[in-house]
């Protein structure tokens, strides 16, 4: 079993910042990718903001430059810094993890969800 816990969530106005976090533990061997997600009233989940192995990170175009994804492997967590924060980044983020457990097989978890509302 692999849980996430997420939080950092909140309410701030537009300019301000946040940062959320997502601890992953359970029967973890390794991890592959973690990322970021979100969905706003009535749209789809979209992804935000996604780290390979630490190696390398993607982020949607609507949040580069404001936004960081960053993970510390030693503890399988990862944050998302967001600055400069938009009303339109309104929407209920997700954290999403990828691996393998001990067992050999793979997973793909998600976090609860937390709430950030930007007001304008």
């Known amino acids: 079993q692999v849980q996430l816990v997420e939080s950092g969530g909140g309410l701030v106005q537009a300019g301000g910042s946040l940062t959320l976090s997502c601890a992953a533990s359970?029967?973890?061997?390794?991890?592959?990718?973690m990322g970021w997600y979100r969905q706003a009233p009535g749209k789809q989940r979209e992804l935000v903001a996604v780290?390979?192995?630490?190696?390398?990170?993607n982020y949607a175009e609507s949040v580069k430059g404001r936004f960081t994804i960053a993970r510390d492997n030693a503890k399988n967590t990862v944050y998302l810094q967001m600055n400069s924060l938009k009303p339109e980044d309104t929407a209920v983020y997700f954290c999403?993890?990828?691996?393998?457990?001990?067992?050999?097989?793979?997973?793909?978890?998600w976090g609860q969800g937390t709430q950030v509302t930007v007001s304008s």
């Open positions: 999403n993890v990828v691996g393998i457990r001990y067992s050999g097989t793979p997973f793909s978890a």
């Open positions: 359970g029967s973890i061997y390794s991890i592959g990718v």
């Open positions: 780290s390979t192995n630490g190696a390398s990170t």
